[in-house]
């Protein structure tokens, strides 16, 4: 159980190009899901958390309108990089979280975005 | 600020011994840790967790210890096997909130 899907697993696009990547859980509804981006032999640094039906939060010097995300139902999550450009290049992931406090999270596989 | 500290980056161990993951925190705000372990180029799998009013939690292998006073938690993995190979994360959250605080990981390499 728990299993979180991400696509697509890996994109490489010209600049200037947005990026859409989904998140689905596919066996349990989340209330909340969250954003992750991680950079080669560092931590999972988070971006965003977002629960269905209303406006994600942003983390500090994240910027919400270069990264578009939108939580429409309690089994998707969508992360919208706009006018990407080479320092978008990395590696997100996003992770989702049933109810209950005490829930861990579950991790889809990444996108790996590479920007030309 | 990093709140959620893994001193150590690697970790080779022989198969079938105990493999001793290290990890401390210094927001004593913490009230829940989680282990996850991580191959390449995947996201991370959940292993283990545990609440800060206990101080043990096992499941198989895996055993979880928190050491409040010291801020310190670890991860014992027992018999030790090649598959377990990977960078093993710990992350930490406070109390009312979703947000988890992960560590920097420490590359475990089990050996035959």
């Known amino acids: 159980g728990a299993v979180v899907s991400q696509h697509p697993s890996w994109v490489i696009c010209k600049s200037g190009t947005s990026v859409k990547i989904e998140c689905r859980s596919l066996?349990?509804?989340?209330?909340?899901m969250f954003w992750y981006r991680q950079f080669p032999k560092q931590s999972l640094m988070l971006m965003a958390t977002?629960?269905?039906?209303?406006?994600?939060?942003?983390e500090q010097g994240v910027e919400k309108d270069k990264f578009l995300i939108n939580h429409a139902s309690l089994t998707l999550s969508t992360l919208t990089v706009t006018s990407a450009h080479p320092e978008d290049s990395s590696f997100y992931i996003c992770?989702?979280?049933?109810?209950?406090?005490?829930?861990?999270?579950?991790f889809g596989d990444g996108t790996r975005l590479s920007i030309l | 600020d990093q709140q959620v500290k893994q001193n150590s980056p690697s970790l080779s161990v022989q198969e079938g011994r105990i493999s001793i993951l290290n990890c401390d925190y210094t927001?004593?705000?913490?009230?829940?840790f989680l282990w996850y372990k991580k191959y390449p180029a995947e996201g991370p799998t959940f292993l283990i967790s545990?609440?800060?009013?206990?101080d043990k939690n096992e499941d198989g292998r895996f055993t979880v210890f928190l050491n409040k006073s010291a801020k310190h938690l670890s991860l014992h993995i027992v018999p030790s096997q090649p598959g377990d190979s990977a960078v093993y994360f710990c992350?930490?959250?406070?109390?009312?909130?979703?947000?988890?605080?992960f560590g920097t990981g420490t590359r475990l390499q089990v050996f035959p």
């Open positions: 992770s989702a979280q049933g109810g209950g406090s005490i829930m861990p999270q579950h």
């Open positions: 066996d349990f509804q989340a209330t909340t």
């Open positions: 977002s629960n269905e039906g209303s406006k994600a939060t942003y």
């Open positions: 927001n004593s705000m913490f009230d829940y």
């Open positions: 545990i609440s800060s009013i206990k």
């Open positions: 992350a930490a959250r406070t109390l009312n909130t979703d947000k988890l605080i």
